[in-house]
């Protein structure tokens, strides 16, 4: 039994990280700034650290590649 509540919970968990917003051209840069600011503001929800995983997401490719993988960049925002 406990084994299906931690399948379930690890299938819930995967289906939240793809709820992550991607850059796209139709976002607005306003929108692009609202998207980040809200997932900082509730970086623990729904999972640990989302709203960092959310602000990498919009990262520019350099400050991708200069701050290293989202690990990284994680102890970064937290520094």
Known sequence: MRIFFFLLILFFFIELKAELLK????????????IQLSALKENNNPYINAGIEQTWQFAH???RKFTGPLLNF???MYS
């Open 23 to 34: 850059p796209s051209a139709d976002l607005l840069p306003e929108d692009v700034i609202s």
């Open 61 to 63: 490719p350099m400050n």
């Open 74 to 76: 994680t102890k970064m």
